[in-house]
Structures are given as structure tokens and as C-alpha cells.
């Protein structure tokens, strides 16, 4: 208990210090209880980070010195999935935010203001590390899509379909539930915190690129209040009125029917992981999630959750 209070209280100095795996379980500690809209809002105000506080000066070294070009090229693709999610629900949560309640709407301005502050932090970490080219965000954005496998084919489609359902009607529970499951669960839940443990615990082992290691980490510590807003909203929108739970299932047919829709696969051997860990890691995560808020799944998703395809974004 020790180490989570660590989490949930350490400014960016001490968030250098955490280990990934004591986040983690930060993470899933109250999904169980799921706090409320109000509790997630007042956290946000207590675990707000400046990201120019940063100081990438180590990660130049670590980066150009250090690293192998494999290493280099395994870590620019897993992270440009993360560096365009981010940009991408920064601009789309506000039709969510549209619907629900006004607690769920205070909550939710933290939140674009964290997806704000993330791709901040990526755009810093590809200009002043990676030296990728642009002179605005949006070029730097245009320079790293090209490192980004085709996961937008897949979870992001989805998601910018699911989210143009939305602006015809904010309010339909139904469409709320179909893109909180996409985001909340899947991209959030699922890939994010994927990412974040393949490419933290890397760092953390190679004693590399310290101030990546610390935005990221306390980018991880906000997917908490992100992860634990959405598994919140899911169970009280299924509690409300269980024919939901269906739409939950179909969306999650829709995202396992198209996982694995890549044009390439990273290779993550080289940040030591296999496609077998990758893949384990992703189930681990996804039934956390369902088991600890009483989703259950019918035989036939449990079939397809048994033959995930390694799938690697964030947001």
C-alpha cells in the first residue's frame, strides 16, 4: 500500500523513481470501488504536471550513444501510435464530453486537458530526442505517422466512426456505450497500458532515457483516472439498462474482428519482448478490467480474446 500511495501522491520528481509495476497496479486498485466523477476531478487537480518541466537532456545522450538502431527503430514505431492517439481523442472527446451528467462533464475537461498535455510531451520527446523535423505540432505529427503501424485501420477507425455517431447524438446511450467501449476499454485500457509497460519497463532495466521515463510514467498515472472514469461508466450505463451490456459485446466482436489489422509488425524483440508476451500482456489486461467491474464475456468473445493478435497504440 506503501508504494500506491507513492503513486497517487509524488510530484514529477518522485515519479522518476516509481516503478511501472507499482503504476500499474495504481491503476487497478479501485476499479473494484470505481470513485466517482467528483473523486477522478479532484485527483486530476492533485496530479497535474507541467510538461515543460521535463528535462530530456540525458535521453539526447541515451538516444544517440547508447541505444542500438534497432532498439531506436522499435521505440519510435511503439511510441507513434501512442504520440497520434493522443492528438486524436484530444480533438474527439469533446463529443463524448457532450452527453451524461455534469459531474461526468467536469471530469471530463481534466481529461482533454491530460490528452492535451500528452501529445505536448510526445512532440517534445520526437523534436528534442528523436530530432524528428516540423516547426509546428502538426508537423512533427505529419513526420512520425509514417513509423505508426496500421492501427488506425483498426481501434482508431472504429473509434472516429464511433465518435461522428456521437455528434448526431450526444445523449444515445447506446452510441456513448459502443465508443466508451472502443476508448475506455480497449485503446485506454488495453493498448495503452500495453505500450506503457513494454516501453517503461525497457527504460527502467537499460537505465535509459530518464525524462521519457518520468512523462511517460506520469502519463501512465493519469490513464488511471482515465481507465477508471470509463470502466465507471460502463458499469453504471450497463446497470442502468442491461440490454447495454450488448452493445459492449458487438463492439468488442468489431474490435477483435479487425485486431491484428496491421500492414507491419513491429519488432519488439529488440526492448526484450516477444509477439507470445505481447499477446499475453494484452489478454491480462483486458480481463482485469472485465473481471474487476463484472463484465462478463459469452463463449464466443472469449474465443477470439484467446487469439488477440500483438497490436500495439495508445491514447
Given amino acids: 500500500m506503501t508504494e500506491l500511495s507513492n503513486v497517487a501522491d509524488s510530484d514529477l520528481r518522485g515519479i522518476r523513481d516509481l516503478d511501472i509495476d507499482d503504476v500499474l497496479a495504481y491503476v487497478h486498485r479501485d476499479l473494484k470501488r470505481l470513485p466517482d466523477y467528483t473523486e477522478l476531478y479532484k485527483r486530476y487537480l492533485r496530479q497535474r504536471w507541467d510538461v515543460y518541466e521535463l528535462d530530456f537532456s540525458q535521453d539526447i545522450v541515451d538516444w544517440r550513444e547508447g541505444m542500438s ?9 511503439i511510441s507513434a501510435g501512442f504520440h497520434h492517439g493522443e492528438r486524436q ?3 474527439e472527446l469533446p463529443v463524448f464530453m457532450l ?13 482533454i486537458e491530460d490528452e492535451a498535455r500528452h501529445t505536448v510531451f510526445f512532440d517534445r520527446f520526437y523534436r528534442e530526442v528523436v530530432g524528428m523535423p516540423g516547426d509546428s505540432v502538426q508537423e512533427v505529427l505529419d513526420a512520425s505517422f509514417e513509423h505508426v503501424s496500421e492501427t488506425f485501420v483498426g481501434p482508431f477507425g472504429l473509434l472516429a466512426y464511433q465518435a461522428d455517431e456521437l455528434r448526431k447524438d450526444p445523449e444515445d446511450p447506446a452510441a456513448r456505450v459502443r465508443y466508451g467501449t472502443t476508448y475506455f476499454l480497449w485503446i485506454e485500457g ?3 497500458l500495453s505500450v506503457m509497460k513494454i516501453t517503461l519497463t525497457y527504460c527502467r532495466e537499460r537505465g535509459f532515457l530518464p525524462g521519457y521515463y518520468t512523462g511517460f510514467t506520469a502519463t501512465c498515472r493519469d ?10 461508466f460502463l458499469r453504471d450505463s450497463v446497470q442502468e439498462d442491461p440490454r447495454l451490456l450488448l452493445q459492449i459485446h458487438e463492439t468488442l466482436r468489431t474490435i477483435l474482428a479487425i485486431n491484428g489489422a496491421t500492414s507491419r509488425r513491429l519488432a519488439l524483440e529488440s526492448l526484450g519482448w516477444t509477439p507470445e508476451e505481447v499477446r499475453r500482456l494484452m489478454i491480462r489486461q483486458l480481463h482485469m478490467k472485465l473481471v474487476d467491474v463484472g463484465i462478463a464475456l459469452p463463449p464466443d468473445i ?14
Fill in 302 to 315: 472469449q474465443d477470439m480474446v484467446a487469439r488477440i493478435e500483438p497490436e500495439l497504440a495508445g491514447g
Fill in 89 to 91: 481523442v484530444e480533438v
Fill in 223 to 232: 490513464e488511471a483516472r482515465h481507465v477508471q472514469f470509463g470502466m465507471r
Fill in 99 to 111: 452527453g451524461g451528467s455534469e459531474e461526468s462533464k467536469i471530469y471530463m475537461s481534466s481529461q
Fill in 69 to 77: 538502431q534497432e532498439e531506436r527503430d522499435a521505440f519510435v514505431g
Fill in 190 to 192: 488495453v493498448l495503452a
